[in-house]
């Protein structure tokens, strides 16, 4: 809509309200009966590829997540246990939302490495999850795969994430759709009965 349109006035028939009522009960029916179609004719058979749209009861069910889905952030260890960040504040520096605070400290025990963070946090009440900070990494030390989506709080400080929590989290493979060289889905019950055979 152009921003001057927003200011003109209704017409006689946009004061009736009328036609964007018809327009809306349209739409609506159109969905309902394409989808109760398509539900039918799977039911009975005759066209089983067809597939209407589908409730998933959440959170009773959880919907399978894509790989490329982003979801909360998790900080990678290295094999002492160490955090594999160097605080190099390329990710605090790329986020767009300024919700990336480091406060670096040198590490005195290995050479090789001259910084680690003293303190690594995240505020997910900020966070787009754009996932520049994930791409701008060097080191592969952030990541989104953790596979949880469910990150509400009752409070502000509730939703910042420190260190010893990203530290903590693990990715969640079992919630993520599998592929096939071909490019077709795999679910998990195919994995588990191919892993028995």
Not at 4 to 10: E, F, G, I, T, V
Not at 135 to 159: K, Q
Request: charged residues 25%; glycine residues 4%; aromatic residues 8%.
């Amino acid at each position: 809509m152009n921003i001057h349109d927003k200011y003109k006035p209704l017409t006689f028939w946009e004061k009736l309200y009328l036609p964007a009522i018809i327009a809306g009960i349209w739409l609506t029916s159109k969905h309902f009966f394409r989808n109760l179609t398509l539900h039918i004719l799977r039911a009975l058979r005759i066209r089983r590829s067809a597939m209407g749209a589908v409730t998933i009861q959440y959170p009773e069910f959880l919907r399978p997540l894509f790989p490329r889905l982003r979801t909360m952030h998790r900080l990678t260890k290295r094999e002492d246990g160490t955090p594999r960040c160097v605080a190099c504040m390329m990710c605090e520096t790329v986020c767009p939302a300024n919700c990336i605070y480091i406060i670096a400290d040198e590490k005195l025990e290995d050479p090789q490495i001259e910084k680690m963070p003293k303190s690594f946090d995240i505020d997910l009440g900020l966070c787009i999850f754009c996932g520049y900070c994930v791409e701008a990494c060097p080191e592969d030390a952030i990541r989104m795969d953790t596979g949880i989506l469910e990150i509400s709080n009752l409070t502000r400080n509730g939703m910042v994430l420190d260190m010893e929590t990203m530290l903590n989290l693990e990715p969640r493979q079992d919630r993520y759709v599998k592929y096939t060289k071909e490019g077709d889905i795999v679910s998990q019950e195919y994995l588990k009965q191919s892993k028995s055979e």
